[in-house]
């Protein structure tokens, strides 16, 4: 192609080029043409003396004749001035060159000497010339008779060499003609050569600057939009945020910043796999953009990330946020699975609340946090006061990500224990304990557990802590193992860990870590509704079920999942919630239920323990039921392990204490029936 | 002056010599149109000065004297021998009459007539001569008035196509 254009650029310059030469050749030659044109004027003109000698010499022959006969009013003054008019001709003429090519030079010098010798002959009679003085007209008559034929045969010869000179012109001027023709048609073609030259080079640059033109612009697309979505990305958003901002300063205007996240996100990824995730992010980007109008830019900052820069009024975006929750809150069905999210949404206005960029993105974000914290599914539009109450949250949340990987974090594990009812001696022995853990705040004191709990589980920290907390009480477990009590270890799990399917993978794993035999853990969970595949669910605890892993139902009685759910599950035991137990002495009702839940687990096989055991009536209430284990501030606060271990120790010391005293009875015993 | 200002030179002083110096002064600079005293030896018409009754300017030998006549020595584009002319310049001539136009058609005693373009007699000092060795040229002396080009001063002018623009023996112009 660039080779073709190559060639015919050679050619149109080889052509170009001859016509050039063809014009220098022929605009030299019209030069000549016009240079003989100019001459040709004083060919044509300038030798009319003869012409003039003739017709001067009849008028005064006229004028002579008229006046001596009376005839047409002549007076002797016009005769004398054409007298002297054919004199200064007949003067004048010999000293130019005017005789004609067709005549003998010599035989016309003759003439001219002959006529002005006449002339001075004839002067005194045309001085004293009187009217009807026939003599002396016939004497001028007869001195100028001589000159008639002579002069008209000058007069002749001039005229035919001027018919002779005006063809040539003529020719002349054809020629040029045809000069100026071949010179037209030459520069039209030389000018249609050049001009579709520069057509075709204006064509090729053309294409060529819109090819790079493409380019660009996909360059630029691909940085400034996300590949997956193909929304904008966040340099995008910072461009165009610019923009919005100019303009909305100049026109005296505000607009919103719309930052929204998808709920549960993460979940998706780790229970269905990031394709599928990946397919729901298009879809949910799809959803967004359906709703907004192509003037509002909505991007993609990452992950599971949005924002929307928009103008409209309060009411507008209300309305706008509202459709938004309920657009990504309907479900998804991507490759086959139905998937449940739901979406918070933080807003800050320009530039009322915030007048940067960077204030704009982190006011935002404040309120975004607002809204998770709100309950998740709502928006929240940012206001001055959030920023305090939500630093601190954020602030926590920090540090709570960095005690994970921190001992001097202040995270704990602590132990309740929980402890057998012994029918036989009414005494209690602990055989396992429940994994809680504690935080204490290097600056802030001990956090409680409700909050942190919600700020790990609003921040998707709470598989780390909960991996942490599986993984340290782990450990000590194996250290009591080894110290020689035999005892039960519990873990809560959180309903999110239930939507990682690779949970029973990370479970084994820190069993194999840390040595801890997989039929001395339990695992407590929870009924949620924050398990979005429950199928899935139950596959994995049946998994862990099948290894050794016991599965206890935490806080039995307060969720609201139905028996079918239940009986769905491999449960292993149920704990009754602390609610009811703590009533059991004075409310009849909660003894009716307590009696019914442990009917309940009876029938299906499990064991039961009883949460928020502090009385003894409560203990003996839950033993007449043959309710198997308790756990409470009866038998024990939540402690650290070494308390825990110290609490086992003596307990131990008292056992053998006992064991003794009743060996020593029996030793009696037989010493009496011995005796006897 | 002297005869005016006999008998009375303080009022010669004060007024007749301001007077006739503010009189030469006017009429350098723009010689009022007057008719000739003697007999006219050229008339001009076309577009000349809207004061001049009935269009026609005449030109007689005092008209021409009273302008600014200068002696001029030269050949002409048809002789070897140079010849002591006398004249006025044809651009004075032009504004006596307030030419407006762009060509002038010269006509010649035996009606011989050609055109010429006015910016010659600006672009060079083309003469009116009516004058030779201080006697009026006579009509068997290409009189009584020719035009002359300076082509001793301009060899530009040496030049066929000027020759086509000398005329004698002038009766009538006319300015179109």
Known sequence: MKKQIKWLALIYLAAVGSLLFLEVIHFKKMRNVSHQIGESYELISGRDEGLRLEVEYRRFQYKVISYVRGQDDISHADV?????????????????????????????RQLFTDMRIALKEVDPLVQNLKRGDEESLAAIHKALEAFDARVTQLAVAIAQTRVDEAASLQEKLELALQGIDTLLISSTGGGILVLSMLGIEAFRARHAERKIKIREARVRFLAEHDSLTRLGNR???????????????????????????????????????????????KNAARRLSGIFRSEDIVVRLGGDE???????????????????????????VINGHEIHISTSIGISTYPDLSDTAEDLMRDADLALYAAKNAGRNTWALYKHSMSVEIKHRMGLEMDLRNALNNEAGGLEVYYQPQVLF?????????????????????????????????IAESTGIID????????????????????????????????????????????????????????????????????????????????????????????????????????????????????????????????????????????????VVAEGVETEYQVEFLRGLHCDVGQGYLFGRPMNKLQLIAMLERERAQQNLEKAVTNSDTDKAQKTNASS | MHHIGLGSGVLMKLVVVPLIWLLSVITAHAQPYEEPKERTIITITGKISSDIPDGIARIGYDTLEKMDVKDLKTRTFYSKNKYNFSGVLMRDLLDYVGAKG???????????????????????????????????????????????????????????????????????????
């Not at chain 1, 209300?318 to 998804?332: C, D, H, M, W, Y």
């Not at chain 1, 012994?422 to 956090?447: M, Q, Y």
């Not at chain 2, 040229?137 to 002018?157: H, T, W």
């Open chain 1, 306 to 332: 949005f924002a929307i820069l928009i103008k409209a009024d309060m009411a507008n975006i209300e309305k706008a946020v509202s459709r938004v929750i309920s657009a990504l809150s309907s479900s998804f």
């Open chain 1, 235 to 281: 340099a995008y958003l910072n461009i165009k945020m610019k923009e919005f901002m100019k303009e909305a300063k100049a026109n005296d205007e505000c607009f919103h910043l719309l930052l929204l996240d998808l709920d549960k996100f993460k979940d998706v990824n780790d229970t269905f796999g990031h394709p599928t995730g990946d397919q729901l992010l």
């Open chain 1, 80 to 108: 004398l001035t054409w007298f002297d008019i054919f004199w200064s001709r007949a003067y004048s003429i010999a000293s130019e060159s005017s005789i004609p090519d067709g005549m003998d030079k010599q035989e016309a």
């Open chain 1, 464 to 607: 780390d802590l909960s991996a942490w907390v599986t993984c340290q009480a782990c450990e000590d477990a194996v250290l009591w193992h080894k110290a020689g009590f035999d005892i039960n270890l519990s873990v809560n799990l959180s309903p999110h860990q239930l939507n990682n399917r690779y949970l029973p993978d990370e479970i084994f794993q820190v069993l194999r870590k840390t040595g801890m035999p997989a039929n001395k853990l339990t695992l407590e969970i929870t009924e949620s509704a924050a398990v979005h595949n429950t199928k899935a669910a139950v596959e994995m605890l049946e998994t862990l079920n099948q290894q050794g892993v016991s599965l206890a139902m935490d806080d039995f009685g307060t969720g609201y999942s139905n028996l079918g759910y239940l009986k769905s599950l491999p449960l292993d035991c149920l704990k009754i919630d602390r609610s009811f137990v703590t009533h059991l002495e004075s409310n009849e009702e909660d003894r009716k239920l307590v009696r019914g839940i442990i009917n309940l687990a009876r029938g299906m096989g499990m064991k």
């Open chain 2, 102 to 176: 762009d060509m002038l058609e010269v006509t010649a005693l035996d009606d011989y007539r050609i055109t010429v373009p006015i910016s010659d007699y600006y672009d060079y000092d083309v003469w009116l001569v009516f004058k030779l060795d201080g006697k009026r040229l006579s009509i068997r002396n290409r009189g009584p008035a020719r035009i002359i080009y300076p082509i001793e001063q301009k060899p530009e002018l040496n030049d066929k196509k000027i020759a086509g623009r000398y005329i004698w023996q002038i009766k009538g112009m006319k300015i179109k």
């Open chain 1, 422 to 454: 012994n029918d036989k001696n009414e005494s209690l022995s602990v055989i396992g304990v429940e994994a809680l853990v504690r935080w204490f705040h290097p600056e802030h004191g001990t956090i409680p557990t409700v909050e942190f709990i919600d």
